[in-house]
Structures are given as structure tokens and as C-alpha cells.
């Protein structure tokens, strides 16, 4: 099945700074990469997704980069701030698009003000 | 903007009592799930459920578990005899269709004493 690892498993930034986390994935039928933001003691909130007909994709301070051939993909965050610390956690999952998310092992993004 | 609604926030119970976990998807969503996510680990899919049916499960999702539609708007998760190694994060999440984004409830931390 699919199995999806996420690195690093923290990271420190100071604010204003970029940060980057980066997920590989090994099933080269997914199609669908959520990332989610995860404060404490909430669920997972999706912040940006990248379907596999698309190599990036912006959201304001958030972009999301996929390459298909090496079967990774990578968030980006511009201009942290304080308020984006938290737990991001990456996802796959295969098509149709209700099957089943697979997660990676989250980051901790500590925004340092 | 619509919520997955679950209750309660928090159980505490004894090991071998029985549990229910209580969702209410969004409306107009078709395809629910319940995740878990044991404290500091990675989210786990544990069942998925469509059209009045369970559509597909994990390994972790043995005989002691089960889920239910009883009315057209919420969605249980029922531990027959809890053990300590359930204690965990348990997350509901429902999309509307094959196309949409996952939206996950903020959760109910089980306890098992």
C-alpha cells in the first residue's frame, strides 16, 4: 500500500523567513496531496491541495510544489509568522478521490518572532 | 463555513466498557471516515463509509469496532470493550464527492483508564 514519509520532523524558523517541508510518496497512482495544518488540540485543517495534473500550486503565502517522476512533493511557506506554528501534516491518496488518505508523520513549524 | 460537529471533546473511560463516538458530517457530504491519531503519531485511517455501508477499512479496525449511520445525520464510531491501547485522538471527516477536499472535525480524545 501507500506509504508516504515527511521530512523534517521539526523545524524552527525565524519570522519572516520561508520554510520548507517536503513529502515522497511510493505508490505512483496517487493523485490527490492535501496538506493540513494541525493546532493543539484541534483536527487537521486542509490549507492547500495539488491533484497529479498539476506541478504547483499558490495560495497567497503557501504553495505547493509536485514532481510526479521522483514521487515528491513540498510546501512552501513565505513571510512566516508567528501564527502559522503548528503541526503540518502531508497526505495521498489514490484515485478515485474518496479513497483513503495516507499521512505522513507531520512537522512541527515553530515560527520564532 | 460548514463543520464536522464531534462529541464529545473528551472521554474518560474504563478499560473493557463500551464507547460511542458521535459525528455530524456536512450535510450534503456523501463519503465519511473516521481517523485516529494515538498522541504525538501520525493520523490513521481506520474505516471509511458510503451509501449506508462500510466502503473500506484498516487492519486497526477489528471486530471490536463498528460504525454507524442510525438517522440522515450523524455517524458513530462504537468501541465494544475498550482496551488502554485505544487512548488516542479519534477524528471524523466527510467529502462531498470524488473531486472535493476532506473536512476533519476537531476530534475526541479518548481515554482509556
Known amino acids: 500500500g501507500e506509504n508516504v514519509e515527511q521530512h523534517p520532523s521539526t523545524l524552527s524558523v525565524q519570522e519572516g523567513d520561508s520554510a520548507v517541508i517536503k513529502c515522497t510518496y511510493s505508490d505512483s497512482a496517487s493523485n490527490y496531496f492535501p496538506w493540513y495544518k494541525q493546532e493543539l488540540g484541534k483536527g487537521p485543517q486542509l490549507i492547500i491541495d495539488i491533484r497529479s495534473n498539476v506541478g504547483e500550486k499558490k495560495d497567497q503565502r503557501i504553495a505547493v510544489t509536485l514532481n510526479k517522476t521522483a514521487k515528491h512533493f513540498s510546501l512552501h511557506i513565505t513571510e512566516t509568522q508567528p501564527e502559522d506554528s503548528a503541526v503540518y501534516f502531508c497526505?495521498?491518496?489514490?484515485?478515485?478521490?474518496?479513497?483513503?488518505?495516507?499521512f505522513g508523520k507531520g512537522t512541527r513549524l515553530s515560527v520564532i518572532a | 463555513e460548514p463543520e464536522v460537529t464531534q462529541t464529545p471533546s473528551h472521554q474518560v473511560t474504563q478499560m473493557g466498557q463500551e464507547v460511542i463516538l458521535r459525528c455530524v458530517p456536512i450535510s450534503n457530504h456523501l463519503y465519511f471516515y473516521w481517523y485516529r491519531q494515538i498522541l504525538g503519531q501520525k493520523v490513521e485511517f481506520l474505516v471509511s463509509f458510503y451509501n449506508n455501508e462500510i466502503s473500506e477499512k484498516s487492519e486497526i479496525f477489528d471486530d471490536q469496532f463498528s460504525v454507524e449511520r442510525p438517522d440522515g445525520s450523524n455517524f458513530t464510531l462504537k468501541i465494544r470493550s475498550t482496551k488502554l491501547e485505544d487512548s488516542a485522538m479519534y477524528f471524523c471527516?466527510?467529502?462531498?464527492?470524488?473531486?472535493?477536499?476532506?473536512?476533519f472535525g476537531s476530534g475526541t480524545r479518548l481515554t482509556v483508564v
Open positions: 497526505a495521498a491518496s489514490l484515485p478515485p478521490g474518496n479513497t483513503p488518505l495516507v
Open positions: 471527516a466527510s467529502i462531498v464527492g470524488t473531486v472535493s477536499g476532506y473536512t
